[in-house]
């Protein structure tokens, strides 16, 4: 599909040997056998007979500026094969001037009986020819004529010039023209894609892709001295140098792409635009046709799909604005446009390099964009990629009157086009040596050709952006989600063997601090065969009044995780302290904040709750439960020193047999005397050397002064987990 593009710029040649534009080319036909009796022939409305039952017919006819495309039918009534070689066909005009017609396809011209052949052919002519002017003689190969034609009538190509125009604006142009050394056959038929207006660092150009078809019998690459340009309504004349493409051999009957790059005015109308070829003799230039481009310029809607430009042969990949949201925010207005290729062919196909840049106004300003995402190199048949581009712009601007401009990479390399004179610019990463042209009073025009190093990327597609949308608080979108299900993510985040729950989501308040805390544990469990690496999932909370709170990872957890496994990860929230009366219903956030040059993208967004705290005896650490059967407090005292002994009597199980590690949460029991101070802390865990077991077991707090020993203790039972905004603790249970 997508090819590499590369950076090369047209070359052209100091003389020509050749300063005429018709140039007649020999042997469209060869001869098979020249002995062989002529059968009569008449002329008739339908077409060229040969015989009562066999005739050469016009099928259908294109003329452009520079070359006629026809093609002519061939119906063989007859009981036997019948050999086209042996026939001929040119193109003369009514002041008596003839063509050749040469064959742009490879056919083997027998024709079996009761059956019919088409044939197209090309012929080059001088500009200003009219159809109505021109006619297709059809002859027999006789050696025993002086021109070893025998002349049998002449088919009118208006008759047919209004039947089955070419599908696309096509310019066939003769290479001897240019060198006169390559082959008699040597041509390329020059088909237009499409055409892109885009900014570049402050300057306007226009990009556009140019299918080159090699009609000769051998390989060729486009001649250095072929120029082009392009030519507005008003005359006006915009050199073009060629991006990409320039020094491919295109190998015969087969087509390749060029990517023509011109710097234009901003105010340059596209309306009437045309795309002329010509080459210098001497001083002089000279045209060699025109292509009308009103049907190559193109922007895309959102939503629309486009074919993605530069494509081979085979293949069907499209390319779409899916949606584009903005909000208007203090520093600008944040637009996320994302943009999605589709594999709508069936072979598999390259995904291309993609960066955007969202264009506005008409002073040439832009704002680039990247997705930095990691991808398989291809899509299968069916298979589709998104590409989330997220931008600032500038306040004020309005997001659906702006332009996404889709740019595919490519590495960078130089080439050069030599002229009368370089006006110098910039563009991107690289320099481009501008040029423009200007019709004078007296009708001259001034041309100046242009030297081109690209920045390593070319436009592949432009979409229009009326239709973007504000972007909704995530609380009001988010989907229902039921606590310990599966998390539908998107792979952008989470590989597709894994599987990521949310298994708690409680809170404990911090009313000395100010805040409270939020504590979030992860079940993620890989359903592969391989072991992969432990997402560090990028998170927040969001409240019912579009505020968000940024998820933090416990300190230290696993890197990878082993087939057939499940690992528990903890995440903490600082969220305001609220009254009673408040929700503590949330969105739950997950994104991406890697893969885009800015912002984030959504991996999805769920609604959650927090967790009440259980009343009764069974407390749940997932995945853990502790139930406590029985508990006292006492205090003794030793050697001058007093301890208070939390005595408990517990049953724990291990719910669910997930891999929990070191940094995993701890129990830590805190003693609090009647006036509310911390007077001493003890810590625990639920797994490792020292573990809490089911059955009694004894929690002492030692090293307290006499005035603390005091009646009214409390023994605060929390779990504790290191974040990096510190710890984070949840009130399990308190004892009296």
């Not at 040649?13 to 060869?30: D, M, P, R, W």
């Not at 066939?172 to 041509?187: E, G, H, V, Y």
């Not at 885009?198 to 140019?210: A, I, L």
């Not at 000279?286 to 959102?302: E, I, Y």
Request: glycine share 8%; no cysteine; charged share 15%.
């Amino acid at each position: 599909m997508i090819r590499q593009l590369t950076s090369i710029g047209l070359r052209s040649k100091n003389s020509l040997k050749q300063t005429s534009l018709a140039v007649l080319l020999t042997g469209s036909l060869l001869a098979a056998s020249w002995a062989v009796p002529v059968p009569s022939a008449h002329a008739a409305s339908e077409g060229v007979f040969i015989s009562k039952d066999s005739y050469f017919m016009l099928n259908k006819a294109s003329l452009s500026s520079s070359s006629l495309q026809f093609s002519v039918l061939f119906h063989n009534g007859e009981n036997q094969t019948l050999d086209f070689n042996k026939y001929g066909v040119r193109v003369t005009d009514s002041a008596g001037h003839s063509y050749t017609a040469n064959l742009s396809e490879k056919k083997s011209g027998i024709v079996n009986g009761g059956q019919e052949e088409s044939f197209r052919f090309y012929a080059n002519l001088p500009a200003g020819e009219n159809a109505d002017d021109l006619k297709v003689d059809v002859f027999r190969w006789d050696y025993n004529k002086s021109d070893f034609m025998n002349h049998l009538d002449e088919l009118p190509i208006a008759s047919v010039i209004q039947d089955g125009q070419l599908e696309a604006p096509e310019e066939i142009i003769s290479l001897r023209t240019l060198d006169s050394t390559l082959a008699n056959d040597a041509s390329l038929a020059f088909q237009l894609g499409q055409s892109v207006r885009v900014t570049e660092n402050g300057k306007w150009y226009m990009y556009t892709q140019v299918a080159a078809k090699n009609l000769g019998s051998s390989s060729v690459k486009v001649p250095a001295g072929l120029l082009a340009r392009l030519v507005d309504a008003n005359g006006l004349k915009y050199t073009a140098t060629v991006a990409s493409g320039a020094d491919t051999a295109i190998l015969p009957n087969q087509s390749d792409t060029l990517t023509l790059k011109t710097l234009i005015s901003k105010g340059m109308p596209t309306s009437g635009l045309t795309l002329e070829y010509y080459y210098l003799n001497q001083s002089e230039d000279v045209s060699l046709g025109t292509l009308g481009m009103n049907s190559s310029l193109n922007t895309v809607a959102l939503g629309v799909k486009q074919s993605y430009a530069g494509q081979q042969e085979g293949e069907n990949v499209t390319a779409k604005a899916s949606s584009s949201t903005y909000s208007i925010q203090a520093d600008g207005v944040h637009v996320q446009t994302v943009v999605t290729l589709s594999n709508d062919g069936d072979v598999v196909a390259p995904i291309p390099s993609l960066a955007a840049s969202y264009q506005f106004g008409d002073s040439g300003s832009s704002v680039s964009s990247t997705d930095n995402s990691t991808r398989s190199g291809f899509l299968a048949p069916k298979e589709t990629a998104s590409y989330y581009f997220n931008a600032t712009l500038p306040t004020g601007i309005d997001p659906n009157a702006a332009q996404l401009v889709l740019w595919q990479k490519a590495a960078a390399s130089t080439g050069s086009s030599t002229g009368s004179g370089t006006t110098t610019g910039s563009t991107g990463s690289g320099s481009t040596t501008g040029n423009s042209g200007a019709t004078t009073g007296s009708g001259s025009t001034t041309t100046v050709n242009s030297t081109t190093t690209t920045s390593g990327q070319q436009p592949v597609a432009v979409f229009l952006l009326k239709g973007a949308s504000e972007a909704q608080n995530g609380y009001t979108t988010a989907v229902d989600y039921e606590l310990g299900s599966k998390l539908a993510l998107g792979s952008s985040v989470v590989n597709p063997n894994l599987d990521v729950s949310l298994i708690e989501l409680h809170a404990h308040e911090n009313d000395d601090l100010g805040y409270k805390t939020a504590i979030a544990k992860y079940k993620i469990t890989n359903n592969g065969t391989s072991t992969l690496a432990l997402p560090e999932l990028q998170n927040e909370l969001i409240d019912n009044k579009g505020n968000a709170y940024t998820g933090s990872r416990q300190s230290a957890a696993a890197t990878q995780i082993t087939p057939g496994s499940s690992y528990v990860v903890s995440y903490s929230y600082l969220l305001p302290n609220k009254e009673t009366t408040e929700d503590d219903s949330f969105a739950l956030n997950v994104y991406d904040d890697k893969s885009v040059s800015e912002g984030n993208v959504s991996a999805g967004t769920f609604k959650v709750a927090l967790q009440g705290e259980e009343t009764g005896d069974t407390i749940a650490i997932y995945p853990f439960s502790l139930k406590v059967n029985d508990s006292s407090i006492g205090w003794t005292y030793s050697g001058g020193t007093y301890s208070y002994v939390l005595q408990l009597d517990m049953d724990i199980t291990h719910e669910d047999q997930v891999i929990i590690d070191s940094n995993f949460s701890k129990i830590q029991f805190e003693m609090v005397d009647s006036l509310g101070r911390i007077v001493g802390t003890q810590d625990a865990s639920l797994m490792g050397t020292g573990k809490l077991t089911s059955g009694s077991q004894r929690v002492s707090i030692s090293g307290l002064k006499n005035e603390q020993v005091q009646t009214g203790v409390i023994v605060n039972m929390y779990e504790v987990i290191d974040t990096p905004n510190g710890t984070a603790k949840r009130l399990l249970k308190q004892f009296k």
